[in-house]
């Protein structure tokens, strides 16, 4: 099983990316995908997460009503829409991906796609 994060890059404060979390190996119908990031100095922290069956989702507060999880069941692919993306956005995202529930600590998640960076330019 692999996860593959992309779509990071450089952007200016107030404008949006979109990553995307393509998963290969099997499929995730009865699993939960998270969003990971870690900024440098800093441990590394929950975004977002989705749980596959139907479709809920959980945000942490800082990005609660600027991003946006959701996932394509056919594409087997999780998306994180950012918007309004500020400075202390920047991070290394991470995705990944467990059977069952969304968790908040990604030591509980078997399966981890490597990072994709993200820069918020002021």
């Known amino acids: 099983v692999q996860l593959q994060a992309s779509g990071g890059g450089l952007v200016q404060a107030g404008g949006s990316l979109r990553l995307s979390c393509a998963a290969s190996g099997r499929t995730f119908s009865t699993f939960s995908t998270g969003w990971f990031r870690q900024a440098p100095g800093k441990e590394r922290a929950f975004v977002a997460g989705?749980?596959?069956?139907?479709?809920?989702?959980s945000y942490a507060d800082s990005v609660k009503g600027r991003f946006t999880t959701s996932r394509d069941n056919a594409k087997n692919t999780v998306y994180l829409q950012m918007n309004s993306l500020k400075p202390e956005d920047t991070a290394v995202y991470y995705c990944?991906?467990?059977?069952?529930?969304?968790?908040?600590?990604?030591?509980?998640?078997?399966?981890r796609g490597q990072g994709t960076q993200v820069t918020v330019s002021s």
């Open positions: 989705i749980r596959w069956s139907d479709g809920s989702t």
């Open positions: 990944a991906a467990r059977p069952g529930l969304v968790a908040h600590q990604m030591a509980g998640y078997k399966y």
